[in-house]
Structures are given as structure tokens and as C-alpha cells.
T-cell receptor
């Protein structure tokens, strides 16, 4: 059973477009992470959220605790943003669950 | 800062052989995580340590898998005996403060069991 749902699974965008990736989870969480996995396989942690909103450069992450939903936004997308974006949640009791990832391709 | 270091980067072995994966976390980080990634199952948490003590190993698939952290700068993940279904990329990550803080990932070890 997958505790974390991501959408869309695949996304293709033109350079410059605004991109949104969604993540939903089933019960209350301790924290939510957004990860970026590059085509070469390396994983980078983008954000860790427990409430509200965080911004780093062109990336914005929001979380709505009541609706059990988080979004990752990319403004002015660029081909170098092409990667797989993974949502991960940590539930009380220390269980981690991962979404299946969203594969993003930004076309020049 | 060298980041999280994993070795080897690639390992090819035959079914039944023992495999040992190694990880050096970032200095000062008190949490260490072992993950496995496959096409079928995506990323999965296998086990994590806090201050060298295993906290949650419920993700370890079976008794063939074991992990140790003898000191703050070194951890191993061992598979004995290995099976073809163990083929995956194994990532190590570390973080500081709490288990929910930002994690820094190593480059991964790609394991192929023939």
C-alpha cells in the first residue's frame, strides 16, 4: 500500500512555464520532504516542511496540514530542472514513506 | 565538506555471495539512513540510526540484510547471501538534529546480483 500519492507521474513543459507537482498523504505527519533526483541518479533534498511555505530561488514548496497535501512549484522553468521529484513523508512513529516520483522534462 | 561518501559505487556479484556496502556520513551528523531504490518499488527506507544506535529497522526486507554503525563516522549494510532480487541502488543519507531535518544523500551504490 502506497501511503503517499504524487501527481502527475510525468510532466513535460516548455522552458519558462510555471510547474506544479502535487503530493497527498493519508494521516498526520511529522514532516514532509521534497527530493530531486537528477538523471545521473544523485538525490538532493530540496525542502523539509512541517507547516506553511518555503522558498528557495525559483522553487516554492507549500503544505496544507488540514488537507494533507503539499505542492512543489517551479517558476520560470529551465531545462536544468529536468529531473524526478520525489515527495517523502515522515509519520509519527518514525515511518518514512515515499511517493513514486514525478518525472519532469523541460524542453528548451 | 566531502558530503556523504559511499563505497563501492558499483558492485556486481553472483547470487549467494556476501555483499558489504559502506557509508561515511557527514561529520557532526547524528542520524544515518539506508535506502534502497528499485524501478518496481521506488525509494524505500531500510533502517536508520541515531547516535550509532539502530532506531527503526522495520524496512529491512529479511534476515539476509543487516546493518551496523560501529562509530559515528562509519556504517555498513551487509547482504548475506545475496539474491538477484536484491539488485538495486542503495543510498546512504545523514542529517543533524532530528530525523525530520534535511537529509544529505550519498551518490549511491548500484548493486547487481547475477
Amino acid at each position: 500500500k502506497n501511503e503517499v500519492e504524487q501527481s502527475p507521474q510525468n510532466l513535460t513543459a516548455q522552458e519558462g512555464e510555471f510547474i506544479t507537482i502535487n503530493c497527498s498523504y493519508s494521516v498526520g505527519i511529522s514532516a514532509l520532504h521534497w527530493l530531486q533526483q537528477h538523471p545521473g541518479g544523485g538525490i538532493v533534498s530540496l525542502f523539509m516542511l512541517s507547516s506553511g511555505k518555503k522558498k528557495h530561488g525559483r522553487l516554492i514548496a507549500t503544505i496544507n496540514i488540514q488537507e494533507k497535501h503539499s505542492s512543489l512549484h517551479i517558476t520560470a522553468s529551465h531545462p536544468r530542472d529536468s529531473a524526478v521529484y520525489i515527495c517523502a513523508v515522515r509519520y509519527p512513529g518514525n515511518q518514512f514513506y515515499f511517493g513514486t516520483g514525478t518525472s519532469l522534462t523541460v524542453i528548451p | 565538506d566531502a558530503g556523504v561518501i559511499q563505497s563501492p559505487r558499483h558492485e556486481v556479484t553472483e547470487m549467494g555471495q556476501e555483499v558489504t556496502l559502506r557509508c561515511k556520513p557527514i561529520s557532526g551528523h547524528d542520524y544515518l539512513f539506508w535506502y534502497r531504490q528499485t524501478m518496481m518499488r521506488g525509494l524505500e527506507l531500510l533502517i536508520y540510526f541515531n547516535n550509532n544506535v539502530p532506531i527503526d529497522d522495520s524496512g529491512m526486507p529479511e534476515d539476509r540484510f543487516s546493518a551496523k554503525m560501529p562509530n559515528a563516522s562509519f556504517s555498513t549494510l551487509k547482504i548475506q547471501p545475496s539474491e538477484p532480487r536484491d539488485s538495486a541502488v542503495y543510498f546512504c543519507a545523514s542529517s543533524r538534529g532530528t530525523g525530520s531535518n534535511e537529509q544529505f544523500f550519498g551518490p549511491g551504490t548500484r548493486l547487481t546480483v547475477l
